[in-house]
């Protein structure tokens, strides 16, 4: 099989100097997603607060969109980056490139909160469609078909992103949030996929005698679940159909979540913060299921995945790879553990609260909000410096 990342134990070094930011794609893709985490919560304020002089997209679409084309996608880019340098063995955008493509990401960050709404669209979609052409040349290089779907996913991301600006636009007649849907259902498949690569290997390796378990039937129909429920949903099938798809995913994944033995982890946070994060990904399915059904508000299942699930996994994925590919030890420290608690909270916060107590919505939304940017915030501050300079053992990357 081939590795996700190869993470090595460094060795003692001395302190290094220099300038790094452009090495590697989880360098700059990483600091900026933290940053723009830590942030969103000023941003959404000026806006209610009527700063911004008629933003392109304003309120709950702004805020769906930037967290999920903005942040989760720069994290995914920054990611596939860093480890289809290690599947292929061919370089993947560094340099210039690497910082040209940080530049158009972080236009599309200020273009939707100007009243420039072509622009905007224009700009958002190249970023998907320019990370899926750099990611592209290294795999056709390497002849590395085993992840071309990743690039396929990419042009996914930037078709849903050209559905919502289009249909904004009014030269589509969609539903509003379709594109928004198509979007969460590509990052769900791809947390699933990498999910399911990366966990079970990180928890045999990092916890003696773990045990954590594959099963090929099992993956098959977890993965497979997924992709019926994004069909269904560019479909728009009934709401009967999405509930006994989403159920159907939602046994799956749990089944798949159970093989790994989650539960023996509990002493190496580096490990159990991926199997917390994970966990969130049966819980939305369910949720999901529930919500055509009138059980729940359907932005419940939308939060338990991107605040639970994507948010969980995420900053898990940064510490350790921020770590393995900058030299240092693959331990997470007392300021790690602090992030996954802030961001972990977050989601029972603003999923569990609303639902057992409606009334107490407003208070869930503002102080989930708090803990997330908190979490992200305070990675950003402690990595910056490790994502800016040369690795500690100074080896290239």
């Known amino acids: 099989m081939t590795p996700v990342l190869t993470l090595h134990e460094p060795a003692p070094a001395e302190p290094p100097r220099g300038f790094a930011l452009w090495a ?17 919560i000023a941003l959404w304020a000026a806006q209610f607060a009527g700063w911004l002089a008629r933003p392109y997209l304003a ?14 996608l720069a994290v995914i880019v920054g990611f596939l980056f860093t480890a289809g340098r290690n599947w292929t063995g061919h370089p993947t955008p560094t340099g210039a490139p690497l910082a040209a493509l940080a530049a158009l990401w972080l236009a599309g960050r200020v273009l939707v909160l100007t009243p420039f709404a072509w622009a905007a669209a224009l700009v958002t979609t190249a970023f998907p469609l320019a990370a899926a052409i750099a990611l592209a040349i290294p795999f056709w290089r390497a002849r590395n078909r085993r992840n071309y779907f990743f690039v396929g996913l990419l042009l996914l991301m930037a078709a849903a992103e050209a559905a919502l600006h289009l249909t904004q636009l009014k030269l589509l007649t969609l539903p509003d949030w379709i594109g928004v849907q198509l979007g969460l259902d590509v990052v769900l498949f791809i947390l699933a996929v990498m999910g399911g690569r990366v966990i079970p ?12 378990l594959r099963d090929a039937r099992v993956e098959k129909a977890a993965l497979g679940s997924l992709l019926a429920l994004l069909a269904a949903d560019l479909l728009r099938a009934p709401g009967a159909v999405l509930a006994l798809v989403a159920l159907v995913a939602a046994v799956a994944h749990g089944w798949r979540f159970a093989l790994w033995k989650p539960w023996r982890t509990l002493r190496t946070p580096l490990v159990w913060v991926l199997h917390v994060a994970y966990a969130w990904v049966p819980l939305h399915l369910g949720l999901r299921a ?12 939308v939060h338990a995945l991107t605040v639970g699930a994507a948010g969980g996994l995420i900053i898990g994925m940064m510490t350790r790879t921020a770590r393995g590919h900058t030299g240092r030890p693959l331990r ?66």
């Open 24 to 40: 590697l794609g989880f360098r700059p893709f990483y600091l900026l997603a933290s940053s723009f985490a830590a942030l969103s």
């Open 332 to 397: 997470a420290d007392h300021v790690d553990i602090a992030c996954y608690a802030l961001v972990l909270l977050a989601a029972p916060v603003r999923v569990l609260v609303p639902m057992l107590s409606p009334a107490a919505t407003l208070h869930a939304v503002l102080g989930s909000a708090a803990l997330w940017s908190a979490g992200f915030a305070l990675y950003a501050l402690r990595y910056a410096p490790t994502l800016i300079r040369p690795r500690a053992d100074g080896q290239p990357g």
């Open 59 to 72: 309120g709950p679409l702004w805020h769906a969109h930037e967290m999920l084309f903005g942040f989760t």
């Open 201 to 212: 290997m990180f928890t045999n390796n990092g916890v003696p005698l773990a045990g954590a």
């Open 290 to 301: 529930a919500g055509p059904l009138g059980w729940v508000a359907p932005s419940l299942a």
